[in-house]
């Protein structure tokens, strides 16, 4: 029996579903993942498309540290919500998916910016 907390009835710890945690990892080293790759796009030429990053966090370094805590206050939030909370674990898959698709095309981006040799 849980409480509306989602802890049990006899005061024990609330237990966090192991999808949860996979989520927040992944989520983690795709915001990680993207730093790097945009890092490595703008070092070969390319230019931070993103406009929110672009005209508020011109440095590389702050824009780590800037994903870095976004990215690590809502894996706190996946983590502290109810396991009966369904919308915000949708809601984070979700996002995941569209990470997926944003780390694809930047690294296709980064791909073409590879200089290539005919032999």
């Known amino acids: ?10 005061g024990l710890p609330r237990v966090i579903p ?3 945690w996979l989520m927040a990892i992944t989520l983690m ?11 490595a796009i703008v070092r070969a030429g390319g230019a931070q498309s993103n406009p929110v990053l672009r005209a508020l966090i ?4 702050s824009q780590l540290v800037v994903k870095t805590l976004v990215a690590l206050a809502v894996c706190v939030l996946l983590l502290a919500v109810p396991t009966t909370s369904k919308l915000f674990v949708r809601a984070v898959g979700m996002v995941i ?3 997926v698709v944003v780390m694809g095309w930047n690294i296709g981006i980064l791909l073409q ?6 032999t």
């Open 58 to 61: 011109p440095d590389a370094s």
């Open 97 to 99: 998916v569209l990470y």
């Open 1 to 10: 029996m849980t409480d509306a907390a989602g802890g049990t009835a006899a």
């Open 113 to 118: 910016t590879i200089p290539h040799r005919v």
């Open 29 to 39: 080293a795709f915001n990680m993942a993207d730093v790097v790759i945009n890092q």
């Open 18 to 20: 192991i999808h949860r």
